[in-house]
């Protein structure tokens, strides 16, 4: 099972990401661990400039503004 | 994203390719006839511009698509320019730069980075660990909302290219000096002692990078339905705020307290915007009706860079990262600046 976290203080675009992944998930079928991940202290330690960030399994696959819903399909593979 | 010449994204490359030129014909000829389809419009509802009612429903029905219409136009270009200036790209521009002409940078880069408000402590962290000066850091972090492209398109839109350029000199002006002055006072003490201690993860660049132009069209347009998206409830009661002020204040009416001969009228317009927080797309109709009724276009204008440059939300933000004298001073200088620009606008035009 993928691990999968939101990186944002919890504004609009954090939370619509949060969203996204979640609902492109289910659409898959796969089943994923999701984390919202707020403090300061632990975002910057991943090394984004810009919120929102996605990281999977410990590493940064996005960061900066809402992933395209395209981007985010291809984090969890090809169809079911 | 891999390859950029497979059959299918040539497709959508040509479909971008033919269609942004139409749009761009249509966005134009809408433009220019804005005023013959509001005065149409006020007639057509049974209305005269002589009343108080006729004159703000024509500024409301006048000024909605011309806002949007300015807005939508300039958030798309924006958004496909931003996918050439990645913050993660900006920060290895400054990182090393001497203060002065690494000022002068981070404040021409604070217009075309992309930033949002609650990304502040995030890049403001990035860019420090990354050897960005602190003083280089907080003129980018004050050109980055105060000299945004909304706010120069609209004014160029609203009152014509001279307040543009004076708007975006002016602005570039008060985020180097006051990055120069918070520089030079030395002031790396006050940062909160977990952003010193803090040893950033290495940095990774997983946005801006690989982009092919279909992806810049589509950023554009994402872009585009993300901030037209939000601001445009703001714009219309900005703009109906104008309306209002437009149809029913007096003539002159704000020249006895907004005019240039009130010498406190300025310092009240930065004060009054801080606890304000809105951002240039809803504020500028306002603007525009005021300076209509006789207030002072350098009184308006420190107005609305307090509101925009100076929100109360935005420095809770940063008090997560600095300690009160580092945020007083960036305060106190940033207002300095502002309060400068008031008096010479007030002074020049």
């Known amino acids: ?80 | 994203m891999s390859t950029e010449t497979s059959p299918a994204e040539t497709r959508v490359l040509a479909y971008w390719l033919w269609g942004l030129p139409l749009a761009a014909a249509v966005w134009v000829v809408v433009y220019w006839h804005l005023a013959a389809l509001a005065d149409w419009l006020v007639s057509a509802a049974g209305l005269s511009r002589a009343t108080h009612w006729g004159e703000a429903v024509h500024f409301f029905l006048y000024d909605t698509p011309k806002v949007l219409l300015l807005l939508t136009g300039i958030v798309f270009v924006m958004g496909v320019i931003q996918t050439f200036f990645a913050p993660e790209r900006t920060r290895a521009l400054l990182a090393g730069r001497r203060l002065g002409i690494g000022n002068a940078m981070a404040a021409s880069l604070g217009i075309v980075t992309p930033f949002c408000s609650c990304s502040a402590v995030p890049l403001f962290i990035g860019f420090l660990s990354a050897g960005v000066p602190l003083g280089i850091t907080f003129s980018f972090l004050i050109a980055a909302p105060m000299v945004n492209e909304i706010a120069l398109v609209l004014l160029l839109g609203l009152f014509g290219w001279t307040v543009a350029a004076l708007y975006l000199g002016m602005g570039l002006l008060i985020a180097i000096v006051a990055g120069l002055i918070i520089g030079e006072l030395k002031m790396e003490r006050y940062l909160e002692d977990w952003v010193r201690a803090i040893h950033q993860g290495a940095a990774v660049a997983p946005s801006g990078t690989g982009y092919g132009w279909v992806e810049r069209f589509e950023a554009g347009w994402r872009h585009v339905r993300e901030i037209v998206g939000k601001v445009w409830p703001y714009v219309l009661v900005g703009i109906g705020l104008g309306a209002a002020i437009h149809g029913f204040v007096p003539e002159d009416f704000m020249a006895s307290f907004m005019g240039r001969d009130v010498w406190w009228a300025v310092p009240a317009a930065v004060v009054l915007g801080v606890p304000m927080y809105t951002n240039a797309a809803g504020i500028l109709p306002i603007v525009e009706a005021l300076i209509g009724k006789g207030a002072a276009l350098g009184t308006t204008l420190a107005f609305m860079m307090s509101v925009i440059a100076l929100s109360a939300p935005e420095m809770l933000i940063l008090r997560k990262v600095l300690k009160w004298p580092l945020i007083a001073t960036f305060i106190g200088v940033v207002a300095t600046g502002i309060l400068l620009v008031g008096y010479v606008f007030n002074l020049v035009l």
């Open chain 1, 1 to 80: 099972m993928k691990n999968v976290k939101v990186l944002g203080p919890g504004c609009r675009n954090c939370q619509a990401t949060l969203t996204l992944v979640g609902e492109v998930a289910r659409a898959k079928g796969i089943e994923i661990q999701l984390e919202k991940v707020d403090q300061m202290a632990e975002i910057v330690r991943y090394g984004i400039l810009s919120t929102p960030g996605v990281v999977i399994d410990g590493e940064v696959v996005h960061a900066g503004g809402i992933p395209d819903r395209k981007k985010v399909e291809s984090w969890f593979g090809p169809a079911a």
